[in-house]
C-alpha cells in the first residue's frame, strides 16, 4: 500500500486524540492529514492548542500541523472521532452525510439501531448495518463505532467462551484508570489515596454495549438489526490511582458446564483475525497469565502494544460458574487502538475507498 | 471505673499493635501495661524496637516501655493480640491457658468450632462459645476472636439486611488498602499505578468468616454451637494504591423483597448497640452517604473515629436484586478498634473482672 | 468570650474556604457567619455549592447556609478572604473601604508597601503598617495579609536563626503537595508517578515574601514602612504527588558562626507567643525531629493540629553554612490557620472590636 | 560482529539485573550467558527464582537458564555486577583476579583509586586507571564501575558547562523515585501520600562521585590517578512517590560568566561519543526542554531509549549563578543502561577481547 490513507481526527486534542496521533505514526496504511477540534483550538499549530501528555514525543510534522475547525469542508474521506457525546450527536452525522467514513470512539451512537458497533475479533459482522444507513445510500459516508473503553476487556474475554458455552450471567466490577476520564479529567485532590466507586452512565453503557457486542447479526424484513445477548448483566465501575488499564473482575454463569482446561483453550486459541494482516491486530489477542496476581495493569497493560488482553485468575465462584479477572489498556486497545483497528477491518473489506 | 484494666499487646510493634496503642491513648476502661514482640525487639525500649508509622506522635510513656518476651509470666490477664497466625496458633492457646482474656485479631482460631468470631453489633451472642472452651473451664482464660478486614465492612451492612429480608447469595469484590498488609508489607514497586488482583487467603477467609459471623447460635446436646448462614457467597479481593480503607462492592440476593427505603431504614435503624455506652461504639456503626459517588476511603474512613462502616451506592443489581458499595477503615474498624469493642464487650458483660 | 465574633468567608467554597469553616468550627472566639462564593455558587445552600473534600464532616448549620455573592451589603465587618489575586485586587478594597477587617490569604496585596504580611510569631509588630492604609483612617477597615504556602514553613525555621546569628544567603527547594493548587487544581494525568518542577510565580514570591516576613519595620517621616532582609534568596518550587503537606529542603549561610546545638536551642526555645493565649497557636511552633528521616509529610503534618511546622536533618552544607529539612501543613498553616492565627492576634490587640 | 560476546549478570534477580536482561534482548554485540544471584536462587531456573517487575515480558529463553552461584567457576569473562556493596566488596575482586573484566554498577570500589569511575560522555579518558590494577597486570581481569543513579543526571548536564565555564559551586537537591532501592525497596506505607528526605550515604556519593566524574586524569610518578574537580558542593536527597526518574534542582557558580543561550548551546552541542557508533549510546545525550514546566519524570525519562537526561528551566539563581532542573532514567541511565555502555566503550576500546 504505497500511498497511505488520509485520516482525520475530529478531537485531536484530547487524550484519546493524542493516541491516536501516537499510534499513527509509522501506520503502514494511514496518515494524519487532518487534525481538529475546538473552536478554542483551531487555528492554532497543534503543538501549542494541544497539551501533550503522553511519554513518546509528539512528532514534529503534527506539532506543525495547524488545527482546523470541526468542519466538513476541507477534511479528508476518513475521519476518526473521539469527542464528547453531546458534540458526537450534532457533528458525526454531518461527517457521514459528506461523505466520510466515520470511525468513532464516541459514545453518542453506539445504541442506535443502524450503527455498527464492532470490535473486530468479535462481531466484525455487524459491520453489515453500515448498508441501512440512509447516508451511506445517500454519500457513501456512514458511521462505525467501537465500545466504551470498560466494555472491551470483558468482551473479548468472553465472546469465545460465549460461542462454546454460552453466558447467561455476567458480573463485572471494574477498577478504571484515570486516563479514562480524558484530561484534564480527574483532579488529584479526588483521586489519590481514594477510590471513588461512581463513573456517571459507566455502569449503564457497559451492561448495554455488552450486550449488543455479544449479539447476533439478523436479517428481518426491515433490514439487518442487530439483537442482543439474552443474558442478564450487572456492572459496577469504579475509578483507582491507576494511569493506564481497566481491571475488571469478571463472574459468569454459562450456558452448559464448562472445565477449567476448556476454558483456558477458548482464550489461548481465539485468533479470529489470524491471517487477515491487519496491522494493529495482536497476535493473540485474549493473553492468559497463569500467575496467581496477574493481570496488573502497570505490567500487563502494554502486552500486544497495547491491543492484547490479559486474563487470569480463573476459578470456581461461589455465586456464578466461574470468576476471573481482565485487565485491558483503556486508552488503546480501549479507544484509539479500537477505531484503528476498526479502520484497518473496514480498509480490508474495502469501504475505505 | 475509676482504675483502668491493664493491657498486654501481643504483636506490639505491628500496624495493628500500633493501632492499639494510638486507640487506647486516653481509654476510659483499659490502659496499656505490658507490651510483647519477637526475640528481635524484646528487651528494647518500645521506641526503638517500633518504627511507628501512626500520624499521632507515639506517647512517650509507651516510648519508654521495655518490650517483653511472647510469654505469659509478667503478662496481665487481658491480652490483645494481633499476630501472624502461625504464631497466633501456638502462643494464643498458652495464654488462654495461664488465664489470660485473649481479645485477638490474628485469624488463627477465628474458625475454630469453640471459639467466638466476634462483631458486638453482629453477633454479640456468639460469646457464649467462650463457656465451651476448656481453658475457660481450667484457668478462666478464653480466646475470643474478632474477623479478617475485609469483611468487616460488607458484615456490618449486611446484618441489619439479614434479619430483616434474609440473605441468600452474597457477591463481594474488594479493593482493598495497602495497611492491611502490614508493615513493610506492599512494596511500593508492585502498587504504585498498579492493581494487585490478588491477595493470598483472602477471599476464603472473607466468605468462611462472613458466614460465621452471620450465623446462628444453637444448643446441642455436645454444647454451643455457631450455625453458618446458609448463603451461597463470591469473594473477588483486590488491592489498590490506598493507604487506609477498604472499599468493597456488594451485591445480594435477599429471601424476600425489599424496597430501596426499606434498607435504607434497617440501616438507618442499626443501633444495637445503644444504651450499652461501650466507649469506643460508635452511636451510628452503618452510616448512609447519600452522594451519588460516595462512600470513598479517603473522606469516609474516620467516620465514627474510623469504627463506623459508611454504604452508599444502594441499587437494583441486573443479575441478583440489590447492590451497593460499603467502606470501613480496615485497621481501626477492620483491626484494632474490633479487638477493643470486643474487649469492652466482655467488660460490660463482667467477662474481664 | 461568651459572644462569638462574626466571621464572614470570601471565597467560601474553595479549598483555603473548606479548612476555614473546618478550623472554626467550636472555635472559642469566632463564628462562622456569612459565606460568599462567586456568582456561580451564590444563591445556593453552601453544602450544594461547595464540593466538600475534607475527611471531616461538612457542620450541618454550615451545609444549610445561604451562599451569598461577593459584596460588602450584609457582610459582618471582619471578613476572611482567600480568593484568586485577581478577584481579590478588585474585592478585597472595597470591603476594607466599607469598614472591614479584611484578613487575607491571598496573593493580591502581599507586597505592597502599607499592608502588612504577618505571621504571628515572626512580625507580629509589622501590625503596625495597618494605621498607615487610607482605608483604616477613613473607615476603620483595614487589610491584612499572610503569606504564601511555601514560605510559611521555612520562614518559620529561619526566623529564630536570623534573630541570633543573622541570615545572609537562603536556599529553598520546595516538594510541594497537591492541595495548595486548590480544586480541582493539579489533574491526576499531570502528578501521577510523576514531579511537576514548576508552579507559576511560586519562586517569586517565596524569595519577596520571605524577604519581607524577615524584614524590620521602620518608622520614616513618611510613616511605617518594612525593609526587607537584605540576604541572597534563591526558591526552587516542584509540586509532587502528596496530598498534604509542603516539604522543603533549605540551606542558609548565617551571619555568624553557630553550632550545631545553638541551632536546635534556638528552634526549641522560640515561643514568641507564649503567655498570649491564641486559641490557634502551637504551643511549639517549630518542632525539632530528631530522626535521620523526618520530617514527612505523612507523618509529620498534623503535628500542633496542622500548626506547628516540623524541621529535621539539620547538618552541615558544602555550599553555604547549615541545611536542613522543614515541612508545614500547606492548608492550615500555611493558609486558612494562618490567617485564623492573625485574626487571633488581631483580637488580642483589640483591632477586631 | 557476527558472534556476540558472552556476559555473565551478576545480581541478576534485582531491579537492575532485570534491567540488563531487558536492555540486552537483542543487544547486537552481547548475548546474557550466564546469571548469577544469591545462594537462595542459585540453581533454580530464573523465571522462577526472579520477581520480574519490568513491563516487557522477560524473555522466554532467560525464564528457563538455570541461576548459577555467585562464583567464578563457569563465569564468561565478561560480568556486569549490580549487587549490594557488602557483596561487591567481596565478590567484585574475585572476578577480576579471575582474569574478568567486571563492568559494575555496585558502589564498593566506585571510589578506589586505582578504579575507575566512567561514564563515557564525561570521562572515558579515566579507563586508563585499568592499567594500574594488579589484577590487570596479573590476569588481565579489571574492574570499572559506573556511578550511583542519581549523581548521573546532574554531571552529564554539568560536563559540557564545566568544559567551557568551569564550575567553582553545585548545589543539588533531588527528588529520587522508588525503583532506586531496588525490590522490595521501598514500603508502599512509607511513601504514599509521602516525601522520605533522606536516603542513607546517598548524599555523600553524590558529592564524591560527582567530583570524581568531574575529574581529570594526571600521571604521577606513581601511575595515573584522578584529581577530583576543585569544588564546593551541596547534595540534598529526597525519595518522591515515582516510579523511575530522578529529579534534581542544580544551582551551579561558574568559574566564568555565561549567558543563557551559551549554556544552552553546551548543552546541545555536547555530543562527545558522536561518530564512534555505541549501540546504547543516544545521539543527543543532553537534551533541551523549552516548555516552562519540564522535564518531568513521568514524560521525560524514556528519552533516548531511557539513556538521555533531559535539562529545563535553566533560569538565574539568587544564591549562585544559574540553575536548572535535570531529569534521567534511574534504572537505564543511572544504572543498566550505564554499564551497558560503559562494556560497549570498552569493547570499542579492544578491551573486552
Known amino acids: 500500500m504505497k500511498n497511505k490513507l488520509p485520516i482525520g481526527i475530529l478531537g485531536a486534542t484530547g487524550m484519546v486524540g493524542q493516541r491516536y496521533i501516537q499510534l499513527l505514526e509509522n501506520h503502514p496504511w494511514f496518515e494524519v492529514a487532518w487534525l481538529a477540534a475546538s473552536d478554542r483550538s483551531s487555528g492554532k499549530p497543534y503543538g501549542e492548542a494541544a497539551k501533550w501528555r503522553l511519554d513518546t514525543p509528539l512528532p514534529e510534522r503534527i506539532a506543525r500541523m495547524?488545527?482546523?475547525?470541526?468542519?466538513?469542508a476541507g477534511a479528508p474521506k476518513i475521519i476518526f472521532a473521539s469527542i464528547d457525546a453531546a458534540y458526537a450527536r450534532e457533528l458525526e452525522p454531518l461527517f457521514a452525510a459528506a461523505g466520510c467514513a466515520v470511525v468513532s470512539n464516541s459514545s453518542a451512537f453506539r445504541?442506535?439501531?443502524?450503527?455498527?458497533?464492532?470490535?473486530?475479533?468479535?462481531?466484525?459482522?455487524?459491520?453489515?448495518?453500515?448498508?441501512?444507513?440512509?447516508?451511506?445510500?445517500?454519500?457513501?459516508?456512514?458511521l462505525v463505532t467501537n465500545s466504551n473503553c470498560t466494555v472491551m476487556g470483558p468482551v473479548l474475554a468472553l465472546k469465545p467462551i460465549a460461542d462454546r458455552f454460552g453466558i447467561e450471567q455476567i458480573f463485572a466490577t471494574s477498577m478504571q484508570a484515570v486516563s479514562g476520564a480524558g484530561y484534564p479529567g480527574v483532579a488529584s485532590m479526588d483521586i489519590f489515596d481514594n477510590v471513588v466507586p461512581y463513573i456517571p452512565n459507566e455502569e449503564e453503557k457497559m451492561e448495554e454495549e455488552m450486550l449488543k457486542l455479544l449479539g447476533t447479526l439478523e436479517l428481518n424484513p426491515a433490514g439487518h438489526v442487530v439483537k442482543p445477548l439474552q443474558a442478564r448483566m450487572s456492572a459496577s465501575c469504579n475509578r483507582v490511582p491507576v494511569i493506564d488499564g481497566h481491571t475488571v473482575s469478571v463472574s459468569i454463569k454459562l450456558g452448559k458446564p464448562a472445565m477449567r482446561e476448556e476454558i483456558l483453550d477458548a482464550w489461548v486459541e481465539f485468533r479470529p483475525l489470524a491471517g487477515q494482516d491487519l496491522p494493529t491486530a495482536p497476535d493473540q489477542p485474549v493473553q492468559w497469565a497463569p500467575q496467581p496476581d496477574r493481570p496488573q495493569p502497570r505490567l500487563d497493560r502494554n502486552r500486544g502494544n497495547g491491543m492484547a488482553v490479559t486474563v487470569g485468575r480463573l476459578r470456581p465462584c461461589g455465586v456464578l460458574d466461574w470468576k476471573f479477572t481482565v485487565l485491558s489498556h483503556n486508552t488503546i486497545r480501549g479507544a484509539a487502538g479500537a477505531t484503528i483497528l476498526n479502520a484497518e477491518l473496514l480498509a480490508s473489506l474495502g469501504k475505505l475507498s
Do not use: C, F
Open 111 to 142: 445504541m442506535a439501531p443502524n450503527v455498527p458497533l464492532v470490535l473486530p475479533e468479535v462481531n466484525a459482522d455487524h459491520l453489515h448495518l453500515i448498508e441501512e444507513q440512509s447516508w451511506r445510500k445517500e454519500s457513501g459516508g456512514y
Open 66 to 72: 495547524t488545527v482546523s475547525p470541526a468542519e466538513t
